[in-house]
């Protein structure tokens, strides 16, 4: 078969933009008010709609992810150990070494690529305080068996949500479980603000310290109680965030459509394996990543060259695992032998492009790349 060819790179993901002349009007207003952050009436406006549409009590905006799970472990005084997982992006550990937090990895099942909760509870100690899950791929995590586990134990859970924007478990919300979930909306999330974040809570007064705790501890003009961090959202990301959610049901839309084609047209290519959506869930589409195991005739990174040769840039998310990187590698818990399964995926994943501007033909060509062997 002859490939039809790429005329210009395309990468695993792209960010659905609204036209241009769409948010001129928003950029007015701010030029009109001179409102730029400090909760403006855009940031206000977005925390409401926002906790709407993802059917959840409360929602505190952020600058952005990492500064969002920064601020939901001071929220919670987290400290001493934390438990999660390798097999994600390093934000998540990241976040816990700026609090003084110790990682401890488990390893992930390897049906969901979440953690796994039997896992989980074989590492606790006496200073476990937490455990931080990832709803990895949007795919949510076992939540009964993990809070379980936090009860039995008095431990808080925080959900790595970066990836979870929309999606519902078991006909609700998958942001409504634990003690809060945090949210990105970097440019590469199915929804975005270019850059921004959010911590989702249960209750009024949770959201009040949060928001004191990103506003460098302030609670009034002239009283600081905590010492907190510059972690708001300016109005331009608020606004912008404003239009993204006129549009996001038709985004959501099409990464569906894309997903579904990848899965007729790739279902029976011996040794690739599309790991299936749980019945569930109602998923958001923000991954496609595939298992490229023997039985194919090229190894994961011999298909990654031949799609980077042809202007596809997938990426191996996530290879290396967290807990091979140096600050990590020397802890205990990271040694290979305690995260087989997590290892076995890192050397097999590929994700493939997935967005809501990927035409057909595009995709045929991508798609001609991994069956034409």
Known sequence: MK???????????????PPLEEFIPYLQQIWDNKMLTNGGPFHQQLETELARYLGVPYLSLFANGTLALMT????????????????SFVATAHSMLWNGIKPVFVDIDPDTFNIDPRQI?????????????????????????IERIAANYGLKV????????????????????GDLSVLSFHATKVFNTF??????CKDARTKRHIDSLKNFGFADEVTVVAPGINGKMSEINAAFGLLQLQKIDGVLGRRAEVDARYRAALSDVRGIVCPAIPASTRPNYSYFPVLVQPGYPLSRDELYDKLRASGIFARRYFYPLISEFPMYRGMPSAKRENVPNAMSVSLQVLCLPI???LDPVTQDAIIALVRDI
């Open 355 to 357: 967005f809501p501007d």
């Open 158 to 177: 925080i959900y790595d949500a970066a990836h979870a924007f929309g999606v519902q478990h078991e006909g609700t919300s998958v942001l409504n479980h």
């Open 72 to 87: 939901a472990m001071q929220s919670l005084r987290i400290t001493g150990e934390v438990i999660t997982t390798p097999y």
């Open 195 to 200: 850059e921004g974040g959010a911590i989702i």
């Open 3 to 17: 490939n039809d060819p790429i005329s210009k790179p395309v990468y695993v993901t792209q960010p659905a933009l």
């Open 121 to 145: 509870e074989a590492a606790i100690t006496p200073q476990t305080t937490a455990i931080l899950p990832v709803h990895c791929y949007g795919r949510p995590c076992d939540v009964e068996g």
